[in-house]
């Protein structure tokens, strides 16, 4: 096979098939049982643990890492699926390092935390590998709730539903289950088809039935749901993006890096993908982070990341960032895309403005730079679209352009809760989905039963 590692344009095989299998290995290999109880002795076990107030799932932390500890790790992994039971996604995905291993006491005494999410893949990854199922269905309840989108929050929601007696159908847009967790996550970091593993384990309860290529807005109308059903539960997720806001986004080589990365994870052989020699990603989160990186991962010469703040204000952590800069991304900051240079319709620069705040505001300077390019990512967020709502828009509050909800979920309409990143005020991050989803299927286990 001919490398093609430096010719212009979006070709596919730049790299041997070898570098391919190298490249998107596992980021974290597992701990072994050794590796597992030496870390777990770090922990202090403290009492009223932070490392518990800043898991958004509120596992109990201590005593999961306890029960590693003497030699317990089926029990240490009911202990995470009480809370949590995506929790063998979540150890892969969390940002641990701004969340429970940031709030660790070793982290704030000596710089290097426990290291949480390893150990919660440890002990979740036995319970899966032996197929150990800590919870049985309820007595059948005789009510029925309908689950819209098969991501996080919904899985979460459909399995606590279902443990609880309830019938449940999940409605999904795609044609697996997952959501983020299947389509929107770097390869690294979920190799060996994880994904569809953790949804056979969560749908193993029973009770749940799933329903693929079914679109809210297209195939189901969200009044003829609630007309169905007892209750319903909306986590769809986000499905527009934002655009570039620059002249010339149209042209060949400009594409979402939403949808390369889905393709990216569907993709049977990495050496078919195509990918430029000069790529640009612009935005600051872990979307862009993750495109950046499996573009270097692909054989891209060139890989930089244009953010139109510093580093101080990406949405991606320190850590990622560091990753990014280990795999040869370059990461520029106030910047700005203005146009996207185009020759014979394809990308072949990008001209960016720098930007400084001013007063508290964020201005472009006047003064730009051009960076050479035959790829551009947009990785600058994306948004809900409210028209899924298929004319149910003013019987839905919205707030910040997504789904309002109370405390526990519950929308403006009747018998319509919703989770997951569809709802106003979420971080948009797995482990806050799926406590949504857990919190939101309790709400409603107790609407139905009065």
Not at 60 to 86: C, M, V, W, Y
Not at 244 to 258: D, I, K, M, S, T
């Amino acid at each position: 096979m001919v490398q093609r590692q430096y010719e212009d344009g979006i070709v596919p095989g730049r790299l041997s098939p070898g570098d391919y299998v190298q490249n998107f290995a596992d980021l974290h290999p597992p701990l072994d049982e050794h590796e597992a109880r030496v870390e777990a002795d770090r922990c202090y076990f403290c009492y009223d643990a932070p490392c518990m107030h800043a898991c958004p799932t509120s596992i109990d932390i201590p005593l999961f890492i306890r029960q590693i500890a003497t030699g317990n790790p089926l029990g240490s992994a009911k202990t995470i699926f009480d809370q949590n039971i995506l929790g063998g996604m979540c150890a892969r995905v969390c940002p641990t390092e701004t969340l429970c291993e940031e709030a660790c006491v070793r982290e704030a005494a000596e710089g290097k935390p426990v290291q949480i999410g390893r150990l919660q893949r440890y002990a979740t990854d036995a319970a899966m590998g032996e197929g150990k199922q800590f919870y049985g269905r309820a007595a059948p309840t005789g009510k029925k709730v309908a689950v819209v989108g098969a991501g996080p929050a919904g899985l979460a929601s459909a399995h606590r539903l279902a443990m609880h007696g309830h019938d449940v159908t999940v409605y999904e847009a795609r044609p697996k289950s997952g959501g983020l967790n299947e389509y929107g996550i770097a390869a690294y970091k979920t190799p060996e088809n994880f994904a569809q593993a953790e949804v056979d384990y969560v749908t193993a309860i029973g009770g749940i039935a799933i329903e693929h290529g079914k679109t809210l807005g297209r195939d189901l109308s969200l009044s003829g749901l609630a007309e169905a059903f007892d209750a319903v539960f909306l986590a769809m997720g986000l499905g527009g993006v934002n655009a570039l806001r620059a002249e010339g986004e149209e042209a060949e080589g400009v594409e979402n890096a939403v949808d390369y990365i889905a393709n990216l994870r569907q993709a049977r052989d990495m050496a078919q993908l195509p990918i430029g020699r000069r790529v640009v990603v612009i935005g600051g989160g872990m979307t862009a982070i993750d495109a950046a990186v499996q573009a270097r991962l692909l054989g891209a010469e060139e890989v930089t990341i244009c953010y139109r703040r510093g580093r101080e204000h990406m949405n991606a952590s320190e850590w990622e960032q560091d990753l990014a800069a280990s795999k040869g991304v370059t990461i520029r900051h106030w910047l700005q895309p203005k146009r996207v240079i185009a020759e014979g319709g394809k990308v072949a620069a990008i001209e960016l403005e720098y930007t400084q705040l001013s007063d508290g505001r964020l201005t472009g300077t006047g003064e730009t730079l051009t960076l050479k390019a035959d790829q551009v990512f947009k990785a600058i967020g994306q948004t809900f679209e409210p028209s899924v709502l298929n004319g149910s828009g003013e019987a839905i509050a919205l707030e910040a352009g997504r789904i309002k909800v109370d405390e526990e979920g519950r929308t403006s309409m009747p018998k319509v809760w919703a989770g997951g990143d569809c709802i106003a005020g979420g971080d948009d991050l797995t482990v806050s989905a799926v406590a949504q989803g857990r919190d939101a299927a309790e709400s409603i286990h107790r609407a139905l039963m009065g």
